[in-house]
């Protein structure tokens, strides 16, 4: 902390008391510092040749991109069935779906075992009656796909 000299007659002698922090120490000690780290810095580096082993890392599969499966009521009664984008057949249901698996997940496309064992998302419509939705899962169940998830919307807002 400072004092400040008074030039005047007015303050009887007394030294004010200035809020000026000195900052002078604080640079003399980082200049300190700056010229400790500059000559450590070299000394750190170590010149002695080491043989690391080298590491194969093997990169881990992609998750196969998701299967949809969208039912919708039919304006004349029906219903109808999306493998993805592509209008299906109910009867075509487990086949389709099983040839847009492999599409999928190429890297599964030859192991006809892991390519039923993909989860199939189920997307239907709110006024569906239930019955549909259990048919395709019957369907999809008939060609082998057990992993079958129904999707609902979320509507948080």
Known sequence: MGAKVSSGGGGKGRAEVT???NVIPFIDVM???LIIFMIAAPISSVDIQVDMPSAKIV???RPPRPTWVS????PAGGI????MND????ADLGERTYDAVKIN???IADDDFEIRDQRIYIRADADLPYRNVVRVMNRLQDKGFTKIGL???DRRS
């Open 59 to 61: 990169p881990s599969k």
């Open 87 to 90: 209008a299906v057949a109910m």
């Open 71 to 74: 039912v919708n009521q039919d």
């Open 105 to 107: 997940s190429p890297t």
């Open 19 to 21: 809020a000026d922090p």
């Open 31 to 33: 200049l300190v510092l």
């Open 80 to 83: 109808q069935v999306f493998v």
């Open 151 to 153: 999707v609902a919307e």
